[in-house]
């Protein structure tokens, strides 16, 4: 993948999961240092876990740029009105971030020598263990606990993006692909209260 088009998905995907975890802190009223304590752990947990698995050097640690756009995140959500983010806004930055982040770890995967099916699940980690810990640091239930179309959404696209490298379309497009497909899926999950078949036997 072009790296400029790698290094705005990273950062889209740091962004929106950051909001998200500002977001969550402002349901639960909390204060300012909550609020950035939330936006990092969100925006930076599933990428650092990636990292760590990978081999590669964890990503935020050797420039300023990733954690100064988590603060960011957090005090736009602290200094915007409550009424700007009411409703299901911490549902959609949350939807945005997961078709973002399964994509561009997926593709970070590849670019490191993983092989395809670890890729994918590198991709999937990526997007869902930030959310995780954001839920379990604020008392939530775990994401995973939950049947709605969450895990299955950053799958997609990050199987989206694996299947389609592979089978030789431009990892740009593949991308672009990807994305669209985890979004639209969690978007559908959002909308219309789409969920997994629970176990009943």
Not at 56 to 74: E, M
Not at 81 to 97: I, M, N, Q, V
Not at 164 to 170: F, I, P, R, V, Y
Not at 179 to 199: C, D, H, K, Q, T
Request: a positive charge.
């Amino acid at each position: 993948m072009n790296p400029t088009a790698l290094v705005i998905l990273d950062y889209f995907g740091i962004a929106v999961f950051a909001i998200s975890g500002a977001l969550l802190a402002a349901e639960k009223r909390q204060t300012l240092v909550t609020f950035i304590f939330f936006a990092v752990a969100t925006g930076v947990g599933g990428g650092t876990l990636r990292d760590l698995l990978i081999g590669a050097p964890v990503f935020w640690v050797h420039t300023n740029g990733t954690l100064l756009i988590c603060i960011a995140a957090a005090l736009v959500v602290w200094l915007a009105s409550r009424r700007r983010f009411a409703g299901k806004a911490l549902l959609w930055f949350d939807a945005a971030g997961i078709a973002a982040y399964s994509t561009y770890g997926a593709a970070k995967a590849l670019a490191y020598g993983v092989a395809p099916v670890p890729a994918f699940a590198m991709g999937v980690l990526t997007a869902c263990v930030g959310g995780i810990i954001r839920d379990v640091l604020a008392g939530e239930p775990s994401i995973l606990m939950r049947p709605e179309l969450y895990v299955t959404a950053a799958a997609l696209a990050a199987g989206l993006f694996v299947g389609l490298t592979l089978a030789g379309l431009s990892p740009s497009l593949a991308a672009a692909i990807a994305f669209a497909a985890g979004f639209a899926l969690r978007g559908l999950a959002i909308a219309r209260g789409l969920s997994l078949p629970a176990y009943k036997h």
